[in-house]
């Protein structure tokens, strides 16, 4: 089975760079699978997850994106993220107490940061992608 280079690329640093079987990213318009020969696309990224598999179909790495783009190709899938945590680093408790002190806050940022919190949990709850 043919495999596509993954790149997930955040301010700091490069994230993940391996050859897999498929990629699930968030785009501005909803999830979309990247496999290998995917066609030229550019997407911007919704806060969401971006999921990563194998050959074999098995899921390698789940990862939360904060936004950003993703630039595919027949070789390669690029994913410039904002911000990205590896979905089993995130501590639900935390972000649920940062969803509390954020909607205290009524300015454009808090509701933005908001969102984002909002979109991790719903990224911890969701069991959508898990299997292929």
């Given amino acids: 089975m043919a495999t596509i280079s993954f790149d997930l690329v955040s301010p700091e640093n490069l994230i993940f760079n391996d ?24 997407s ?3 806060p969401g997850r971006v999921m990563v598999y194998g050959e074999d179909k ?21 994913v410039l993220a904002e911000s990205v945590d590896e979905i ?10 940062e969803i509390q002190k954020l ?16 979109a991790k949990i719903d990224a911890l709850d969701s069991n959508y992608y898990e299997k292929i």
């Fill in 19 to 42: 050859e897999v079987g498929m990629i699930i990213v968030p785009g501005k318009d909803g999830d979309f699978g990247v496999l290998p020969g995917h066609s030229k696309v550019m």
């Fill in 44 to 46: 911007s990224l919704r």
């Fill in 58 to 78: 098995n899921l390698l790495k789940a990862f939360f994106v904060s936004g950003g783009f993703a630039e595919v190709n027949p070789e390669k899938c690029i």
């Fill in 88 to 97: 089993n680093s995130i501590e639900k408790s935390l972000i649920e107490k």
């Fill in 103 to 118: 909607e205290e806050q009524e300015t454009d940022i808090s509701k933005e940061q908001l969102n984002i919190a909002k």
